[in-house]
């Protein structure tokens, strides 16, 4: 494959990453087609997958793998994620990443630790909303 391809920088990949950046809510690759497909009508399903995948490589996104389909992150600074058990929104913690003692080496099981991801487990406004109607 040609690395020089790999790296051109074509519209649908401005777009894709400037809608993402836009959003705050982690959307899956379908969920971000919808979006893209406002201003680029003609743009593939896999088209997005894989640009997706290629920022992601690149570093100028997350991709997230929390549930059963992953997620994308338009930011990529340090910070935790808040999911919902009902409906699989993935929402970026509020406040600065939780600290994580790292102590010494022997204290992490020998482990050179290099980052961490963590995911808050919840039910969000939404559905809490949409559940004290129900009951």
């Known amino acids: ?25 982690h959307p899956t690759a379908s969920g971000l087609y919808v979006i893209i497909r406002r201003r680029i009508p003609k743009i593939s399903l896999g088209t997005v997958y894989r640009n997706l995948e290629l920022l992601s490589r690149m570093g100028i996104i997350k991709k997230l793998e929390f549930g059963s389909e992953a997620r994308y992150d338009g930011t990529v600074n340090e910070h935790d994620h ?6 699989g929104r993935v929402d970026d913690a509020p ?9 010494r080496k022997e204290d992490r099981g020998g482990y050179q630790v290099i980052g961490h991801r963590l995911e808050l487990l919840g039910v969000c406004p939404k559905c809490q909303r949409g559940k004290q ?3």
């Open 1 to 25: 494959m040609n690395s020089g391809k790999i790296q051109r920088n074509t519209r649908q990949r401005k777009v894709i990453l400037e809608e993402l950046q836009k959003l705050k809510t």
């Open 95 to 103: 406040g600065p990443p939780l600290a994580l003692s790292l102590g």
């Open 82 to 87: 808040l999911r919902c058990l009902c409906c």
């Open 133 to 135: 109607k129900r009951d």
